[in-house]
């Protein structure tokens, strides 16, 4: 759940215009492996930067709604690195 708030936060900065968003991937019918069950996801990945387009955060998104498969994986940048 605490990654459900942290996009929900990020996106009112967005809608703010305090930072921006940026689509880096959209892809549909996408293989994934968790543990030994697989998935045919969409995979989405943002990047949410700052007005001067510093890097905040990535944030990769795999979802497989026939099968109530979601996760989501949040990576915060330090310094331009994470």
Do not use: P, W
């Not at 708030?5 to 549909?28: C, D, M, P, Q």
């Amino acid at each position: 759940m605490e990654a459900i708030k942290t996009l929900n936060f990020l996106e009112k900065k967005v809608n703010a215009g305090e930072i921006k968003k940026v689509n880096e991937r959209h892809s549909f019918n996408i293989g994934v492996t968790d543990g030994s069950q697989s998935y045919n996801c969409t995979v989405l990945i943002d990047l949410y930067t700052d007005l001067e387009d510093n890097h905040l955060y990535r944030i990769e998104q795999h979802i497989d709604k026939k099968r109530d498969y979601h996760t989501i994986d949040i990576n915060e940048f330090t310094n331009g690195f994470f």
